[in-house]
T-cell receptor
């Protein structure tokens, strides 16, 4: 069975500082990996996805993530955060067939001015 | 293009009452999903439709939850009777095709409070 662990429940970062959110997954085959962001009262918005190829993927809003098969990780990064990046971030893994997504528990990001 | 629409956005009911949620996916999307997101947790898939057929309902509490997508477009999710632990946000998502890229587009959700 597939599973996702996001070890950090909360992260506080100063505006302009770098951000890294951790994600570890468990999946028997090559995973389809996703990062979603959820602002208060909003649905989930896709930031980026990885299926194959280059292990460093670029997403929207200046985010990037790196797939490391040896570590079963798919960490999300942003070089310089903006106050509008305060939100909850979810990592998810999907199967190649069927598209069922399994989500991690989420990391809430707070941005200090 | 219009996104995934859901209604109502908020609902408060008493335990043992019934409630229904509605979802209209993005036009042309064949796959539709219902997720339950309990406060402080990630979304959990309840049911997945491909057109009007059920692909996966393994985590749907079938004694009280039901869902349908009769014409392969919009869908309703019903809870009868509701329990306190059903308090959550119910998210609907849709996907343009199944089995290839897995990308899902989410609606704003319906926040259910059971008192």
């Amino acid at each position: 069975a597939q599973s996702v662990t996001q070890p950090d429940i909360h992260i506080t970062v100063s505006e302009g500082a770098s951000l890294e959110l951790r994600c570890n997954y468990s999946y028997g085959a090559t995973p389809y990996l996703f990062w979603y962001v959820q602002s208060p009262g909003q649905g989930l918005q896709l930031l980026l996805k990885y299926f194959s190829g280059d292990t460093l993927v670029q997403g929207i809003k200046g985010f990037e993530a790196e797939f490391k098969r040896s570590q079963s990780s798919f960490n999300l990064r942003k070089p310089s955060v903006h106050w509008s990046d305060a939100a909850e971030y979810f990592c998810a893994v999907g199967a190649a067939a069927g598209n069922k997504l399994t989500f991690g528990g989420g990391t809430r990001v707070l941005v200090k001015p | 293009e219009a996104g995934v629409a859901q209604s109502p956005r908020y609902k408060i009911i008493e335990k043992r009452q019934s409630v229904a949620f509605w979802c209209n996916p993005i036009s042309g999307h064949a796959t539709l999903y219902w997720y339950q997101q309990i406060l402080g947790q990630g979304p959990k898939l309840l049911i997945q439709f491909q057109n009007n057929g059920v692909v996966d309902d393994s985590q749907l509490p079938k004694d009280r939850f039901s869902a349908e997508r009769l014409k392969g477009v919009d869908s309703t999710l019903k809870i009868q009777p509701a329990k306190l632990e059903d308090s959550a946000v119910y998210l609907c998502a849709s996907s343009p095709r199944g089995g290839t890229n897995g990308e899902q587009y989410f609606g704003p959700g319906t926040r259910l409070t059971v008192t």
